[in-house]
């Protein structure tokens, strides 16, 4: 398999960007640009186009104000064939097209991109449910099976709840069975996903310098052999309030340093440094996986880290066959240049590696 690459970019009503196609050679393109001219969007086009998903809270977010619908599309090289994407947005929905080809995005490439942000620290210090979106957006991504699994278990937790908030004691049988097989899938997965997982993001935390051991743990509501007696035990609880209490929809992925827990304990650096170090682990997951490294987006190379934890991102740029790389300083060694300014991005010469005296 070769490797996917972004040959353009083509966007119209993306929240600021102005409407263009623009073109990445393969290697690292850095875009650099003052604070609001668009760098961030332009990633998170990218990684929409590529990709067909989002992290934006709300679909309406990407729409420029005062228009009712965006458009981005890549044309994404693999080997010698060239495929055309196309991503709609409007209303709450996206329409994904392959070729002209009405498409889901589970049908997507699954291992085409990976987005790596300052807003990741929220891995850390967020919610556990931020840290469940990570891991099991990326083992759907890994296993179309999981996705689908999970995507059934989800609407079985919906459907079960409605049947306690209507206190139909009854019907949670028929519930409990598929949700305790589904669940169960899914903690084992999980369970052995984590392992190399938690290798290659102690590997990373370690090569960024950090003195403290990262080690990553499922918190699980649930030991997976005796879920269906754990569901049975809380169900008074559960009618009572409403909603299913035991499951992989409740776990949390715990991540201690040097033993203490990172959310609570753990510096602003520290935070984002483990933070990379989750994203790290994602691009070598997929790249094992799909058998070439994605394309890779890093939103602001500098921001709140030390030069160390800069060069690690610089350094990983170069390693991959194609990365998009952002910041308020030209990233040194771009084969492209892009200067940002209010939406537009304009090509610059490229500066002189400085010799040596
Ligand atoms: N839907 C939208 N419609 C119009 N403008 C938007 C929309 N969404 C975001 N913007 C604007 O886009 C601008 C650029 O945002 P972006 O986050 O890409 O900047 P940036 O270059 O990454 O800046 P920074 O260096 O501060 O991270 C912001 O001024 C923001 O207000
Ligand atoms: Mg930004």
């Known amino acids: 398999m070769a490797p996917v690459r972004l040959s353009k970019l083509s966007t119209l009503n993306y929240r600021n960007l102005a409407p263009d196609t623009l073109e990445f050679p393969a290697g690292v393109t850095g875009v650099?640009?003052?604070?609001?001219?668009?760098?961030?969007?332009?990633?998170?086009?990218?990684?929409?186009?590529?990709?067909?998903?989002?992290?934006?809270?709300?679909?309406?977010?990407?729409?420029?104000?005062?228009?009712?619908?965006?458009?981005?599309?890549?044309?994404?090289?693999?080997?010698?064939?060239?495929?055309?994407?196309?991503?709609?947005?409007?209303?709450?929905?996206?329409?994904?097209?392959?070729?002209g080809v009405r498409t889901r995005t589970g049908d997507l490439p699954r291992g085409s991109a990976v987005l790596i942000r300052p807003e990741d620290s929220e891995l850390v210090f967020g919610s556990p449910s931020q840290r469940r979106a990570y891991l099991d957006s990326l083992l759907g991504r890994l296993s179309a099976r999981y996705a689908e699994q999970l995507s059934r278990y989800e609407r079985t937790v919906s459907q079960r709840n409605a049947a306690l908030r209507e206190g139909q004691d009854w019907a949670l049988d028929v519930w409990d069975a598929p949700l305790v097989t589904l669940g169960r899938d899914i903690m084992e997965f999980r369970a052995r996903a984590l392992v190399r997982l938690e290798e290659l993001a102690r590997h990373a935390n370690a090569e960024l310098g950090s003195r403290k051991a990262l080690d990553i743990r499922l918190?699980?509501?649930?030991?997976?052999?005796?879920?269906?007696?754990?569901?049975?035990?809380?169900?008074?609880?559960?009618?009572?309030?409403?909603?299913?209490?035991?499951?992989?929809?409740?776990?949390?992925?715990?991540?201690?340093?040097?033993?203490?827990?990172?959310?609570?304990?753990?510096?602003?650096?520290?935070g984002r440094t483990?933070?990379?170090?989750?994203?790290?682990?994602?691009?070598?997951?997929?790249?094992?996986?799909?058998?070439?490294?994605?394309?890779?987006?890093?939103d602001d190379w500098t921001a709140e880290l030390d030069p160390q934890r800069r060069q690690f991102l610089l350094d990983l740029a170069?390693?991959?066959?194609?990365?998009?790389?952002?910041g308020t300083e030209q990233p040194p060694g771009a084969q492209l240049a892009l200067q940002a300014a209010a939406g537009r991005f304009t090509p610059q010469p490229q500066r002189q590696e400085e010799m040596p005296a």
């Open 274 to 298: 483990a933070a990379l170090s989750l994203r790290y682990a994602e691009l070598q997951l997929l790249s094992e996986r799909f058998g070439e490294p994605p394309v890779l987006l890093i």
């Open 318 to 326: 170069a390693s991959v066959p194609q990365a998009i790389v952002t």
């Open 32 to 99: 650099w640009g003052e604070n609001g001219a668009g760098k961030t969007n332009l990633l998170e086009a990218a990684y929409l186009a590529l990709t067909g998903r989002t992290e934006a809270g709300r679909l309406e977010e990407l729409v420029l104000a005062g228009q009712a619908e965006a458009y981005v599309r890549a044309d994404v090289l693999e080997g010698g064939s060239l495929s055309v994407q196309e991503v709609g947005i409007g209303r709450g929905r996206r329409q994904l097209k392959v070729d």
């Open 219 to 270: 918190l699980e509501s649930t030991d997976p052999a005796s879920y269906a007696q754990t569901l049975h035990a809380r169900r008074a609880e559960e009618l009572a309030r409403g909603v299913t209490l035991t499951g992989p929809h409740r776990d949390d992925l715990e991540l201690t340093l040097g033993g203490l827990n990172a959310g609570t304990y753990a510096s602003r650096g520290e």
